[in-house]
């Protein structure tokens, strides 16, 4: 799938994990922020259509493509299409992740490396492709979706809790090594918000969340769209290497 109409001069902005929550509010945000939207998506094909045409109807050009994050050339190959079919990426950021909620003593070795390998390579893919671009250009903004857990830990998270621990970690040094370079990256770390992946959550669990946290509810995909728009924009010109929570003060 892909856009039409070439030569726009609407920054582009590239987001893994585009077609369903986060991802998918953080496109149509952006594209009322005047991006155009390359995203990538795993599965659901009518998911990425809708989002396609969504964003058209925005007045932003869409390109859509399935990736799977954990291969490296598939994520380079999107990287490349993008800048040739949209022009340079202004900004990335990263949402493609995933659960397999666990305690320690029964996780198998694929519980442990499928998340692992989406969460935290799906990212440094993302950042290893879009970084050197942006560095010829002396210009862009990364920002990375992390997560409360990755700040906290949270039981049954061993293997999602390290992953966003990791991309935390990640995103602080890469601003480090980027920031003269015209490069800011920052994360933002949600706490529980109402998507397909929290879906899956008993209520018993969502209530205990919901509890903890000082606005007494759960949040919205939108509502961290809004954090993460803010932080890719010029507004947030001297943020960087920062670690938001949008959590709901948890
Ligand atoms: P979701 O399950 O609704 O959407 C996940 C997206 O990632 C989908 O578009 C899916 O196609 C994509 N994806 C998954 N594996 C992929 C792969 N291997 N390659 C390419 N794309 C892949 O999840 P949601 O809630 O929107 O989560 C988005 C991000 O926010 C994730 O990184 C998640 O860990 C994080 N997050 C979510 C929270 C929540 O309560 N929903 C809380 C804290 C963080």
């Given at each position: 799938?892909?856009?039409s109409?070439?030569?726009?001069s ?36 009518q ?12 007045g ?6 399935r990736?799977d ?5 598939a994520v ?10 949209f ?22 070795d694929s ?28 210009g ?7 997560s ?20 935390i ?8 090594e ?19 992946m ?22 919205l ?18 943020v ?11």
């Amino acid at each position: 799938m892909s856009g039409s109409a070439q030569g726009s001069s609407r920054p582009v902005a590239l987001i893994s994990g585009g077609s369903r929550g986060i991802g998918r509010a953080v496109a149509l945000r952006l594209a009322e922020d005047g991006h155009d939207i390359s995203f990538c998506f795993r599965g659901d094909e009518q998911a990425a259509a809708n989002l396609e045409k969504e964003l058209a109807e925005r007045g932003a050009r869409a390109l859509a493509r399935r990736v799977d994050v954990t291969d490296a050339a598939a994520v380079r190959d999107w990287v490349d299409v993008t800048e040739r079919d949209f022009g340079p990426i202004a900004v990335a950021v990263t949402s493609a992740g995933i659960t397999r909620d666990k305690p320690l003593l029964m996780m198998s070795d694929s519980d442990w490396h499928d998340v692992v390998d989406t969460n935290l390579d799906g990212v440094y893919h993302v950042c290893r492709s879009v970084v050197f671009p942006m560095m010829k250009r002396r210009g862009g903004s990364i920002v990375t979706v992390a997560s409360v857990s990755g700040l906290y830990g949270n039981a049954g998270q061993t293997n999602y809790a390290a992953s966003k621990a990791g991309i935390i970690a990640l995103s602080r040094s890469l601003a480090k090594e980027v920031g003269r370079r015209g490069i800011r990256v920052n994360a933002v770390a949600p706490g529980l918000i109402d998507t397909d992946m929290s879906a899956v959550l008993d209520d018993q669990v969502k209530e205990q969340v919901t509890e903890r946290t000082a606005l007494g509810r759960t949040g919205l995909a939108a509502e961290v769209a809004e954090v993460v728009a803010f932080l890719a924009s010029a507004r947030a010109s001297y943020v960087t290497g920062a670690v938001l929570p949008v959590d709901g003060g948890l």
